[in-house]
């Protein structure tokens, strides 16, 4: 896995959050298990949010190809690599184990103990990377570089199709009733 694509995977999962300022929790319990009604709103909300987001995502996809948001992402993109590697000085080499470990793990298709032993490793630098990468996006100028393409993002999904502006109104209200629900 290269430093570039954390970055790129980074970033494609907080363009697919940056329509909600915090992921909603998790669904929790079937229905049939929930006998607080309270616990059914929220799992009726999280849905409905889930349902606005998948209409959301081809406006997404189109907002994300729109060349000033390509350029701010390019941009986020590059800033993030570079503070990766000031947090983790080692990122290129791990980057290089990681493909390499991918090869061997290939070559020792017949030796479950070996790829065992490959995965492993791949599991812990591929840790590490996922640390920094964290650590990098929690620095007060890449989470200020973010928002700035939150904004940008959702400005171009509303140009890109007028229903989105509707939409996301609708989820900022969902997701504002869940987290009072929450007690957030």
Do not use: C, W, Y
Not at 139 to 167: G, N
């Amino acid at each position: 896995m290269s430093l570039r694509l954390i970055a790129l995977s980074a970033l494609l999962s907080l363009a697919s959050t940056a329509l909600a300022q915090q992921p909603t929790p998790g669904l929790g319990p079937a229905p049939e298990q929930q006998q607080d009604p309270q616990a059914q709103r929220a799992q009726q909300l999280q849905i409905e949010i889930m349902q606005i987001d998948q209409q959301l995502q081809p406006t997404q996809q189109k907002a994300l190809e729109a060349p000033e948001v390509k350029s701010k992402e390019t941009e986020i993109r590059e800033a993030l690599i570079a503070e990766i590697q000031k947090i983790e000085p080692d990122a290129k080499k791990h980057e290089s184990r990681l493909e390499a470990l991918q090869a061997e793990m290939q070559a020792k298709s017949e030796d479950p103990e070996a790829q065992q032993a490959l995965l492993n490793e791949g599991r812990q630098i591929a840790e590490k990377l996922q640390g920094a990468q964290q650590q990098a996006l929690a620095q007060p100028k890449m989470k200020e570089r973010l928002d700035a393409f939150e904004t940008l993002l959702i400005a171009e999904m509303k140009k890109a199709d007028p229903k989105a502006k509707e939409l996301l109104a609708k989820r900022e209200k969902l997701i504002g009733e869940l987290e009072q629900l929450m007690g957030g």
